[in-house]
């Protein structure tokens, strides 16, 4: 079973968006998204 991070990052790829653009989207910073798809944080 892939873990919340895992479908983070496969859905960005997918969609061919950096985490800075994926990021810009979600209005966050990337290092958040960074730090969801590696599983240090879940917030």
């Not at 873990?3 to 496969?10: C, L, N, Q, V």
């Amino acid at each position: 079973m892939k873990s919340i991070g895992e479908k983070i990052k496969e859905y960005r790829q997918k969609n061919h968006m950096t985490q800075e653009q994926l990021a810009s989207w979600l209005n966050v910073t990337f290092q958040t998204v960074s730090k969801w798809e590696t599983g240090v944080s879940h917030s």
